[in-house]
C-alpha cells in the first residue's frame, strides 16, 4: 500500500501538537492535537433539546462541551431532555459545528473492529480471495446478535488466532465502557482509545516501517514491530525537517501544476469548489490532447490535496473542458485511482449536467482546512 518509507513528524506548538505523516519525503497529511475532543472518544452526554424538527439532539459532555446527535445515529429510544446517552464522538468539531456524536459505537483495534450493534461483518478489500471470504466466515462465527465487525487491511499481517483475540478484547472493551459509563451520574469523558500518535498510525493502517521523530515525550505503550520513535528536542521540528515550506503552500488557495496550469481551492460553507486552471497552457488545435493532459495532473493533484489538507464533506471540480466528451472517462478513471489509498471513505459521481465532477470525503478530524477557515473568521472580525 505505502509507496516509500513512512515517517511521522510531531512537533509541540502553542495550541497543542502538530504532525505531518511523510511517505517517501513527501507530506501526505497534517495533522493536529489539543485538549479539545477527538474522534473516537467515548462520553456520557446529557440530553439537552431537540433542534430542527428533530434533525437531533444536543448534548451536554461535560466541562462546557458539547455535541449534536442526529436522529439517524441513535439506537432505539427517542432521547427526551434530561437523558444520559452513551455516545462516541464520530466528527471532530469544525468550521464553528459541534462535534457529531453516534450511539453506533465502534470498537477499533488494528486489525478488528468491534461493532456492539453492527449486525453485519465486512473485511477490507485489500485482503485477497479466498482468504478474505474465509475471514468473512469466522467473524460471522464470533458474533452473537447484534455485534458485527470490521476486518481491517492489518488483518492480513494476523493469524487467525490473533484476529479472533482482537475481537474478543474489543468486546471485552465495550463492557468496560458500559460499566463505567453505569457507574456515572453526570456527562464527561469515559474512555480515550488513542493518543494523538495512536490515532495517526491507526488511520494510516498501522504501518510496519515507519520512524517517528518527535520533541515532547511520546510514551513507547503504542509502538510495534517497524516503528521507531527518535526524539529531537528542539524547538519547531517542523523546520528541522523543512516542512514549513510544505505547511504554508497547503495553507493557500493556488497550487501550481505543471506547464504553467493550476489549481484554485475555495472553501465555501456548503462544499468545497475546486477550479483547474489552463494558466498558460497553448491552446489550438490540439486542445483536448493539451486539456486530458492538464487534468490527469489535476486529478492527481487534488487527490493529494484532499488528504494533505483534511477536506471533507462536498466537493466539486471543475476540469477543463473538452470537445470530445470521450476523454471524460479517462478523467474520472485517473481521480478514482488516485484518491483509492485516501484512508478516508471518498464516493465519486461522475459529471454533472453542467460539466462539473462530483465527489464526497468523510472526514472525521480537524485538519488545515479548518486551520484557514478559522483564520478567515479572525481576519473577518478585525476587519469590520
Not at 446517552?85 to 459545528?97: A, M, P, T
Amino acid at each position: 500500500m505505502h509507496e516509500g518509507k513512512l515517517s511521522v513528524v510531531v512537533d509541540k506548538e502553542k495550541s497543542g501538537l502538530r504532525a505531518a505523516m511523510l511517505n517517501g519525503g513527501v507530506v501526505q497529511s497534517f495533522y493536529f492535537s489539543s485538549e479539545n475532543i477527538c474522534a473516537g472518544d467515548f462520553y456520557l452526554g446529557k440530553v439537552r433539546k431537540s433542534h430542527l424538527g428533530k434533525m437531533g439532539w444536543f448534548l451536554d459532555l461535560g466541562c462546557g462541551k458539547r455535541g449534536f446527535l442526529p436522529h439517524d445515529k441513535t439506537l432505539s429510544e427517542v432521547p427526551v431532555p434530561g437523558d444520559l446517552r452513551l455516545v462516541q464522538i464520530e466528527k471532530e468539531e469544525r468550521d464553528g459545528k459541534s462535534a457529531q456524536l453516534t450511539e453506533q459505537v465502534q470498537v477499533v483495534s488494528k486489525g478488528v473492529i468491534y461493532l456492539p450493534s453492527g449486525s453485519y461483518v465486512a473485511v477490507s478489500h485489500q485482503i485477497e480471495e479466498p482468504e478474505r471470504e474465509a475471514l468473512r466466515k469466522k467473524a460471522i462465527d464470533w458474533c452473537i446478535a447484534p455485534e458485527g465487525a470490521i476486518i481491517r487491511t492489518f488483518a492480513a499481517r494476523m493469524n487467525t488466532e490473533q484476529i479472533a483475540a482482537e475481537f474478543e478484547n474489543g468486546r471485552f472493551q465495550w463492557e468496560r465502557i458500559k460499566k463505567e459509563a453505569e457507574g456515572m451520574d453526570h456527562p464527561g469523558v469515559i474512555f480515550r482509545p488513542f493518543s494523538f500518535i495512536e490515532s495517526i498510525l491507526n488511520e494510516n493502517h498501522n504501518p510496519s516501517d515507519c520512524t517517528i521523530y518527535s520533541n515532547i515525550n511520546l510514551g513507547e505503550e503504542f509502538l510495534s514491530g517497524g516503528v521507531e520513535i527518535v526524539y529531537q528536542y528542539q524547538a519547531d521540528l517542523f523546520a528541522l525537517h523543512e516542512l514549513n515550506g510544505a505547511y504554508t503552500s497547503a495553507m493557500q488557495p493556488e497550487v501550481p501544476l505543471p506547464g504553467g496550469a493550476a489549481l484554485v481551492i475555495d472553501y465555501a460553507e456548503a462544499l468545497t469548489a475546486i477550479d483547474v486552471n489552463s494558466g498558460s497552457a497553448p491552446t489550438g488545435i490540439n486542445w483536448d490532447e493539451t486539456a486530458l493532459e492538464i487534468n490527469l495532473h489535476a486529478a492527481r493533484e487534488i487527490a493529494r490535496q484532499l488528504r494533505l489538507r483534511e477536506i471533507g464533506g462536498m466537493i466539486v471540480i471543475d476540469f477543463l473542458r473538452f470537445n470530445d466528451p470521450l476523454y471524460e472517462k479517462e478523467v474520472l478513471t485517473a481521480l478514482m485511482g488516485a484518491v483509492s489509498d485516501d484512508p478516508a471513505t471518498i464516493k465519486l459521481f461522475g459529471y454533472t449536467k453542467m460539466g462539473l465532477v462530483e465527489l464526497t470525503r468523510k472526514r472525521r478530524r480537524t485538519g488545515l482546512k479548518d486551520r484557514v477557515l478559522a483564520q478567515r473568521k479572525r481576519d473577518n472580525s478585525i476587519d469590520s
